[in-house]
T-cell receptor, first 116, second 115 residues
């Protein structure tokens, strides 16, 4: 079974600075997707960015980018120019292309605090 | 507005009293799923449904039931709730089933406390 690990329960960053959230995963498969979800205090789950394992180019969405290292099974999220609205729980998630259940496997989450 | 709705948003109940959490989506999505979120464990899948009348177990199905009689609705049923089912529950939907790149759209969550 796949597992996803987020080793940083909490992180903090100064407003306008850059922060990187770590995620590692364990799988024997080669065809999968990785996601970062944001959960603000409203509890809504919001997709931040996704990466297909077959794509070597790291995904980017405005101030959010990933560093995908397939051999190392690492998928970190970089947030540039941090804003107060970035404060939230961040979840890394994995989904296999071979999983008929379409199940997302989540890490335990990292709480990001942004200091003004 | 395209959305996934859940009701109730908050519920406090007692052990053994049957309850249902409703989930509805207005996007004509085929796939729907239930997750529970617990501190340090992230979200874990309870049940999923590929389409009407097609449901299957996720990672943590014990103590839960679901049904999918209509495409838009996917209720979660706790026949005899226990305190270890105290959790935050999310319903999610996506356009298709085994298409890994599909974004899953999440409902707002239901905070359940079983005393």
């Amino acid at each position: 079974a796949q597992t996803v690990t987020q080793s940083q329960p909490e992180m903090s960053v100064q407003e306008a600075e850059t922060v990187t959230l770590s995620c590692t995963y364990d799988t024997s498969e080669s065809d999968y997707y990785l996601f970062w979800y944001k959960q603000p205090p409203s509890r809504q789950m919001i997709l931040v960015i996704r990466q297909e394992a077959y794509k070597q180019q790291n995904a980017t969405e405005n101030r959010f980018s990933v560093n995908f290292q397939k051999a190392a099974k690492s998928f970190s999220l970089k947030i540039s120019d941090s804003q107060l609205g970035d404060a939230a729980m961040y979840f890394c998630a994995y989904r296999s292309n071979n999983n008929a259940g379409n199940m997302l496997t989540f890490g335990g989450g990292t709480r990001l605090m942004v200091k003004p | 507005e395209a959305q996934v709705t859940q009701n109730p948003r908050y519920l406090i109940t007692v052990t053994g009293k049957k309850l249902t959490v409703t989930c509805s989506q207005n996007m004509n999505h085929e796939y729907m799923s239930w997750y529970r979120q617990d501190p340090g464990l992230g979200l874990r899948q309870i049940y999923y449904s590929m389409n009407v009348e097609v449901t299957d177990k996720g990672d943590v199905p014990e103590g839960y039931k679901v049904s999918r009689k209509e495409k838009r609705n996917f209720p979660l049923i706790l026949e005899s709730p226990s305190p270890n089912q105290t959790s935050l529950y999310f319903c999610a939907s996506s356009p298709h089933g085994p298409v890994a790149g599909d974004e899953q759209f999440f409902g707002p969550g239901t905070r359940l406390t079983v005393l």
